[in-house]
Structures are given as C-alpha cells and as structure tokens.
C-alpha cells in the first residue's frame, strides 16, 4: 500500500510517499480503507521532532506514518471485534498520545483499535469525518472547562479560524452564549459567518488590554503570559490553554494551578481524551447546527504541500488528505 513515510525529524521534505506492507489487523482491532484524513497541529509537532513530542522518539520518530483523525470503510476484523462488520463506514481519532500505538491515518490501510472507530452518518461525507475527531472533542473539553456553558456567558475564542476554534464557535452559538472570535483579518469573515457575534484582529487589538471582561477564554495561541489573560476574565472566570506556544503552554500548566488558589478566577489547561464527545457533534451536525469547515483538500502524494499550508497559519478550519 502506499504510505507518507518519514525516518528523521524536520520540515515536510522529509515526506516521503512509499509502498510500504499493508497492516493484518489484531483480534481487537479493525482494517480501515482509508477515504479522508486530517492535519492536526500535533501532527506538525511530531514532524519536527518539537519539546513535547520527544517522548515518542528522543533521536527519530517511533511512528514513521503520522495522522490520526481517519475515516473509511472497514476491509477486515479480528476475531474478538463486536459491532463493527465489514463495509461500515467509521471515523474517528486512533492515537494514544504519548503511547507507542494508534497513528499512521496517511496511508491508503491502516489497523486500530475497534473501540477507536464510530459510526459515520450516511449524511456526513468522509471529509467532514475526518475534520472532526481531535479538535471536535478538544473545543467541547475547552468549552467544559469551568462548568457547564450557560446562556449569555461571554466566551471568547483566540485562534477562532482554525480547527478547534471553529467547533468551539459553532458549539458555543448553540449553548446561547456571546462569543468573540480573535484571529488574523483574512479569517474574520469566516468567524462572524459560523457564529462569532464580535471579532478582533488581534494584530490591531489587544483584548486582554480593551477593558472587556470574559467568563471563558480559550486560547489555541499562547501568544501571551498567564498573568495577561487573567486581566482579562471577569471575576469567576476561567482562562485555559489548549495549544499554540510551548513556552506559554508549560507556563500555563505549572503555574495556573498556583494562580486560582488567589481569587476566583481559575487558570489551566484543558484537553480531552480520543473521540470523547463525538456522538453530542454527530447530533449537532444532524441538526444542521454545526458544519466542519474545511479549508483545502490535497492528495495523499501532495501531503507535504498540505503541511507546508498548514505551516504558514492562514488555515481556515481544517485540511483534509483525500486517499
């Protein structure tokens, strides 16, 4: 079968398309013929070997096939696997994280876990499939982060055009909160038109600095300290980092625990376990209350081009690998 491959750490040229020994599935697991898979940003950590991902390969990568957000239609099935039978169209996120197991979506096959695959709506295609599994349940994972999301809760969004930000718009809309979406002015329109009632180019405004006060930030850019984003939530507030500047991010993680012991206001990071949430998204897409907004699609032997986009942060929602 052919594969994107890649032996050592750097930028996409070191993607490569390869034939490569197709997987035999395991007794609990499943053989997907891969349709669609999508780019994550933890996919583009793991291709430059960044801090946070070397547990998974200290000098090389352990996965030489990244991609982890896949649907397609199940080829085979081990001998324990129970509800899934061949032909059934899946989606889901395979990886583990941080284990040695559940990646390898760029490539025309490949084995996961039974409990790794859920059933993908006759309405839905396999693009916008693939668009949801890890931003999906990160935006939910932010938007639980300090509760339940009320009616007329201000929320604000930084980094509202890409992947997870546009769920979390969508997601938020529903709840009936008022949402402001921060990002570049290229992606703006987009953001006002999927339910952003306010927007800020953040590279004409500071909203930590404009007197406006948030009971929810998320944040998928860690552009600035712990400290700027607390200024900027209303007393009871909630600020939590989900991706964006690793130095940020760890700062955040150690010292947002130490931060909400003073005060009300609560300082972490958020995140969600694989396809956690995913059925609550299949309902709102069924409704016609959330739509995966898809940027670019590429063909798997033009992968690298799809990083390379993806590297340049102008990304509206996601890009999807077409198999």
Do not use: C
């Amino acid at each position: 079968m052919k594969a994107i491959v890649y032996r050592n750490y750097g930028s996409p040229d070191v993607l490569n398309l390869e034939e490569v020994e197709r997987p035999s599935p395991k007794d609990d697991e499943v053989l997907v013929k891969v349709h669609a898979v999508s780019l994550n940003s933890f996919d583009q950590d793991l291709l430059a070997g960044r801090f946070m991902t070397r547990p998974m390969g200290f000098l090389k990568p352990r996965h030489r096939i990244l991609g982890t957000d896949i649907a397609g239609r199940i080829e085979a099935a081990g001998v324990n696997v129970e509800t899934l039978r061949l032909g059934d169209e899946v989606f889901g996120e395979i990886s583990r994280r941080f284990i040695s197991a559940g990646w390898g979506g760029f490539a025309e096959y490949v084995s996961v876990r039974e409990t790794s695959m859920l059933p993908k709506p006759a309405s839905m295609t396999f693009e916008q499939a693939a668009a949801i599994p890890q931003v999906g349940a990160l935006a939910l994972g932010g938007l639980r982060f300090n509760g339940k999301i009320q009616p007329g809760q201000k929320i604000l969004m930084n980094g509202a055009g890409g992947g997870v930000g546009t769920f979390v718009l969508q997601i938020a809309r529903h709840f009936g909160a008022e949402v402001t979406g921060v990002d570049s002015a290229e992606k703006l329109d987009m953001v006002r038109s999927i339910g952003a009632d306010h927007v800020i180019d953040y590279a004409r405004e500071d909203f930590t600095r404009n007197g406006q006060l948030y009971d929810l930030i998320l944040d998928v850019a860690a552009s600035r300290s712990t400290f700027a984003y607390r200024r900027a939530l209303s007393p009871g507030g909630a600020y939590a980092v989900i991706g964006g500047s690793q130095r940020r991010f760890f700062q955040t993680v150690f010292l947002g625990p130490l931060i909400s012991m003073f005060g009300s206001k609560k300082i972490g990071a958020a995140g969600a376990k694989p396809n956690k949430g995913l059925d609550f998204i299949l309902d709102l897409f069924e409704a016609g209350k959330l739509v995966p907004v898809i940027d670019r699609t590429y063909p798997l032997e033009e992968t690298a081009d799809a990083f390379r986009y993806l590297g340049e942060g102008r990304v509206q929602g996601k890009i999807v690998i077409v198999v």
